[in-house]
């Protein structure tokens, strides 16, 4: 569904809707649990990594009484080529000129698809397409299942919304502005694994609860033209790794026509870093 027209910019179109509508719903957003003192608008919160399928089922134990394999398909089987080496057809006249030709009796042996097997096998053995089975009915084996598709969420602090909207859902968020929305979530998920590497690399990490705010200018091309402002409550330390980590990986690609349009030739970025 479509949303309708808003003020606010995501990755991808959502809609906002509640099970149980508040009394006075008059907001675009759900209602939500978050933290009161941290400023965020994440409704979901996540793992920038990529989910790890879970582990196949162990095999159950093979059963005392398994059924054995047939004697046949014990045995290998013959192998048979269609065109098993090379055949020289002569003539009978010694100082004839050209092709060889001749006429031989027709093959018996030849058969009329390549089939795996020894030189020496049984030719009785029948030609099994596959892998034999041996079929437990008391211990089946699950069928293979395909792991879910899950969307990547980037890690961040959840928004505390204490209303939320109507049952059917006004705007949440529009990837309005064609790919402005698409364009921010990959600078942002860059800046948050760039993060992260510099944090695990890191000897000491702040304290639990540090906040660090980062106000930049990005340009058109990308680039960091400057950094505004860049203050936490954390140590210097840990306000040099939020910078580094917007300004190391520039540049971020350069912007469409649209976006130039609308945002002009740079645009001033707030990027708020929570230490948990």
């Known amino acids: 569904n479509k949303p309708d027209k808003t003020d606010l910019v995501a990755a991808q179109n959502q809609q906002a809707a509640n099970p149980e509508p508040g009394e006075s719903a008059k907001t675009d957003v759900p209602k939500s649990s978050g933290d009161p003192q941290k400023d965020s608008t994440a409704l979901v919160s996540g793992r920038l990594a990529d989910p790890v399928p879970p582990a196949p089922a162990a095999p159950p134990p093979p059963p005392e009484n398994a059924p054995a394999v047939p004697e046949k398909l014990a045995r290998p089987r013959l192998e048979q080529n269609p065109l098993a080496g090379h055949e020289k057809l002569k003539g009978d006249a010694p100082d004839g000129i050209g092709e060889d030709t001749g006429k031989l009796p027709p093959r018996t042996d030849a058969a009329p698809v390549r089939v ?161």
């Open 116 to 276: 795996e097997g020894k030189p020496d096998g049984d030719p009785d053995v029948p030609v099994v397409v596959g892998q034999y089975y041996q079929v437990d009915p008391k211990h089946p084996r699950p069928r293979p299942t395909l792991s879910p598709r899950i969307t990547r969420a980037r890690p961040s602090p959840l928004m505390n919304n204490e209303v939320g909207s109507r049952n059917i859902g006004a705007v949440a968020y529009s990837a309005k502005w064609s790919g402005y929305g698409e364009y921010l979530q990959k600078l942002i998920d860059t800046v948050q694994a760039q993060w992260e590497r510099i944090n695990a690399q890191s000897r000491a990490l702040p304290p639990a609860g540090t906040v660090v705010r980062v106000v930049f200018r990005l340009n058109k091309e990308g680039e960091i033209s400057q950094i505004t402002r860049a203050d936490g409550s954390g140590p210097k330390s840990a306000i040099a790794a939020c910078v580094g980590a917007i300004t190391d990986r520039a540049p971020y690609g350069q912007w469409s026509d649209d976006m130039v349009t609308i945002l002009g030739d740079s645009q001033e970025i707030t990027f708020t870093f929570h230490y948990e």
